[in-house]
């Protein structure tokens, strides 16, 4: 399948996560499942008209090609005479990335939003989304977007949002995979366009501090090894990502690494309506609560395992390493 | 005159069009465009200050930790705190693999594809260039590629996840190494460090950083053939690299890494014709008059600055602002840093054969050699027992700045706290020196200048000599522009 990549408005991390990848060579990967870039901005040896040309020929169908990334917010603004002109960025002097994106997109058999700025908007439309960036298909939790709510595929696929600020380099890989071996179907597909087999997760699920969550036993500060929900602001438990089932660079995630997790696969992460890295209380119980679990339950558990807070895990929750190991037990006397 | 638009130029980090004036089949003067704005200093007003943790990495995702690190000295400036040891050790560390990533990516995959471009197909050393660096074909390039991946694979210990990581903070790191995890890390840095000396330099690190001038130089080329610098050198002779692309600015450097007792790795100052002097931050101002923004009528100093955007301003040509540094005109990067900091064989170099895109390459490949022996020695430096990172609180009302040098150069952050929200926020890049757009006085920037004189016909293909004075700076638009 061949494959257009353009960079609306981002940051360009999606493409730097991408070339992480770390299963083999990423472009030997890509042509293992029939993948071949006819342009990427990083990749590419086309620039400047020559790049113009190859993209105006594809937009006019006269050279055909079959899935379409787009990876950064759709930026509308400025608007003028109330159309949106897009003219926060041009692409190469001439049409709006905006307009690029636009006709490419009636174009081609699959549209990929990489990221969560093409996906939903992202971090460039927090404040007063100064630029009015919206998402391919969805503006924030919305449906809708540059593309509209009803947009298809010529296979009955909606925009395919490979979330995640940025999103981790196998999300990506396995997606467009998928898709070149036809595996990809509307059910693959969550209520926000994201492949399920990453988004059916937790971050929370495998987290190394999940010992330290059952007993509510809360870091202080950063660099301390307790759970980062109670004070930290994680928001591990609300958001749908495998981050710490499938690691980042190697041996990483944001647990790991001991930052909480900001839900960077969430649409609207960007505005959580509190400082980041806070957790807001109500009368000292933390008010986003683990998607499905009932308000009740979770008062009544986390003062039943307060109270029963092993001392090793309650003493190493606010140290920065270890200061107890769990304690050896012998069978044989 | 004839007048050429050049862009979207790829293989660079971000949008970027260049417009070219042309008189006589050469450049008499160009205007850089940043095409792309998305109003970064806008949305962190009001903000919660720790908040700037979150946002300023997503300004960049080749440079992420950079603004990270940028943000994290301006707010441990305002609360007026230092990290201890380990967070300045893995603070150094996470900041430096990035840089030396980015220079990577930079050699294989940006700036050497374009030496396989068609216009030199008649060269005799065109099909081992096209073999090795083509764009997506080359062996070199994908060998980097591979080497890098493995490479960041050390992020994931020193800071979760790369890019955007929130382990950089005011008072330290987030991530407490074990000592079987520095043992890890030492074994991937290890294994860069072998591909250095196998695929870039053929010799050891310690032989390139020892290189004091020209004549070692030359005397070490010639004992061997192997190695990607001495095909560059070689390129770069041919196609005298040296004298093309010089921007005539003055370097500045805010100094690289911090050592034990306030020292850098790599001096702060400016460098000018030969001659040193410090840095001077309260002489850094920003000219709006040809960029796309509301502007007062004088230079602002980036603590008084507000960011307005305004598409139609008549004679603004760039969403790229103009900063300047009493006054003058400065280019930043790699190159820079080794002129400032007095390493001989750059300043030699750039003596002899002036700052052109040679020295910018030159300068970066150097980088490889003097950092990661650092990277070595830091790892060394950390102490079990040590703290890594102290809480950071900051008043109602305060100011911090924190500058870091990216892989292209001097990055500052101003930050301005009232009542106990980001009140103001500028950020000044290191694209933001190098290609910046004319100030009041009409004088260009420095890409603006490197440009000129540069032989381009009035129609047809925009030959490659472009592309090598363009990607020498390695620029990096979505910073530049934020
Ligand atoms: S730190 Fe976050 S993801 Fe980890 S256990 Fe606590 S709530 Fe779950
Ligand atoms: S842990 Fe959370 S913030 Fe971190 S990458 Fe995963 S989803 Fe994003």
């Not at chain 2, 020892?210 to 770069?236: C, I, N, S, V, Y």
């Amino acid at each position: 399948m061949k494959l257009i990549w353009l960079q609306s408005g981002g940051c360009g991390g999606c493409t730097l996560s991408w070339l992480g990848y770390a299963h083999g060579p990423l472009l030997e990967v890509l042509a293992e499942v029939g993948i071949e870039l006819v342009w990427h901005p990083s990749l590419s040896a086309a620039s400047c008209d020559e790049a113009l040309a190859l993209l105006e020929a594809c937009a006019r169908g006269a050279k055909p090609f079959d899935i379409l990334c787009v990876e950064g917010a759709l930026l509308r603004g400025p608007w003028l005479d109330q159309l949106p002109s897009g003219n926060f960025h041009r692409f190469g002097g001439g049409e709006s990335m905006l307009d690029w994106v636009l006709r490419l997109a009636m174009r081609a058999r699959h549209v990929v939003a990489i990221g969560s700025c093409a996906a939903f908007g992202g971090i460039t439309a927090a404040g007063g989304n100064p630029t009015d960036a919206a998402g391919l298909q969805h503006d924030g939790e919305i449906g809708g977007g540059v593309l509209g709510p009803y947009f298809r595929d010529p296979t009955g696929l909606p925009v395919i949002n490979v979330s995640g600020c940025p999103p981790h380099p196998d999300w990506i890989t396995e997606t467009l995979a998928l898709l070149a071996q036809g595996r990809l179907t509307p059910e693959s597909l969550d209520e926000f366009g994201r492949p399920r087999f990453f988004a059916e997760r937790l971050v929370h699920h495998g987290c190394p501090r999940n010992e330290y969550y059952e007993f509510k036993a809360g870091a202080e500060h950063f660099g301390q090894q307790g759970c980062l929900m109670e004070n930290l602001g994680c928001k591990g438990t609300q958001a749908h990502a495998d981050c710490n089932l499938r690691l980042w660079n190697g041996e990483g995630s944001c647990l790991r690494g001991g930052f909480p997790c900001i839900r960077c696969t969430e649409p609207e992460f960007e505005e959580p309506g509190h400082p980041f890295h806070t957790t807001p209380k109500v009368a000292g119980i933390p008010i986003g609560l683990p998607a499905d679990m009932p308000k009740a339950w979770f008062v009544a558990l986390a003062a039943l395992s307060k109270s029963a807070t092993p001392p090793r895990v309650k003493e190493n929750a606010t140290a920065e390493r270890l200061r107890r190991a769990p304690s050896v037990k012998r069978t044989k006397k | 005159m004839t007048r050429r638009i050049v862009g979207p130029f790829n293989r660079v980090e971000g949008d970027l069009e260049v417009t070219l004036e042309i008189e006589g089949g050469r450049v008499a003067a160009a205007f850089v465009n940043a095409p792309l704005y998305r109003g970064f200093e806008q949305i962190l007003e009001g903000k919660a200050p720790l908040d700037a943790l979150v946002f300023v990495p997503r300004i960049c995702g080749i440079c992420s930790v950079a603004q990270s690190a940028a943000a994290a000295r301006a707010l441990a400036d305002a609360a007026g705190i230092a990290p201890p040891s380990n967070g300045r050790l893995a603070a150094n560390l996470t900041l430096a693999i990035e840089n030396l990533a980015d220079h990577l990516t930079h050699f294989y995959l940006f700036f050497m594809p374009d030496f396989a471009a068609a216009e030199y197909a008649g060269a005799s050393w065109y099909a081992e260039v096209s073999a090795q660096f083509g764009a997506q074909s080359g062996q070199a390039g994908r060998q980097a590629l591979a080497a890098r991946a493995r490479f960041m694979q050390a992020m994931g210990l020193l800071a979760g996840k790369w890019p955007h990581t929130l382990a950089v903070q005011p008072g330290g790191t987030t991530r407490p190494l074990a000592e079987s995890e520095l043992f890890r890390l030492q074994r991937i840095v290890r294994e860069f460090r072998a591909f250095l000396e196998a695929r870039l330099f053929g010799s050891p690190l310690e032989t390139i950083a020892g290189l004091d001038g020209q004549t070692a130089l030359e005397r070490w080329r010639r004992q061997d053939r192997a190695g990607d610098l001495r095909f560059f050198l070689e390129l770069a002779d041919r196609l005298d690299l040296w004298s093309l692309g010089q921007s005539g600015a003055r370097f500045l450097s805010v100094g690289a890494y911090d050592e034990e007792g306030g020292k850098c790795l790599f001096a702060p100052g400016t460098w000018y014709e030969g001659r040193v002097l410090p840095f001077d931050p309260s002489q850094v101002r920003e000219d709006l008059s040809h960029a796309r923004y509301a502007s007062a009528q004088t230079a602002q100093r980036p603590e008084e600055e507000r960011t307005v955007p305004l598409y139609d301003k008549p004679g603004a040509y760039s969403w790229c602002k103009a900063p300047r540094l009493g006054g003058e005109i400065c280019e930043t990067g790699a190159l820079a840093r080794q002129l400032v900091d007095g390493q001989p064989l750059v300043g030699d170099i750039v003596g002899r054969r002036g700052a052109g895109v040679g020295a910018r390459v030159l300068a970066r490949l150097l980088e490889f050699a003097r950092v990661v022996p650092a990277l070595q020695r830091w790892l060394d430096a950390f102490d079990p027992e040590g703290a890594w990172c102290t809480a950071a609180p900051l008043a109602e009302n305060c100011l911090g700045k924190g500058f870091v040098e990216a892989a292209r150069g001097a990055l500052g952050h101003w930050l301005t706290v009232h009542q106990g929200r980001i009140g103001g926020y500028q950020i000044i890049a290191p694209t933001t020196w190098n290609f910046s757009p004319r100030a009041a006085d009409g004088r260009p920037g420095a890409l603006e200048q490197a440009l000129v004189g540069l032989p381009v016909p009035e129609q047809g293909r925009v030959p490659a000599v472009v592309h090598h004075v363009v990607r020498s700076f390695d620029p990096c638009m979505v910073c530049t522009v934020h």
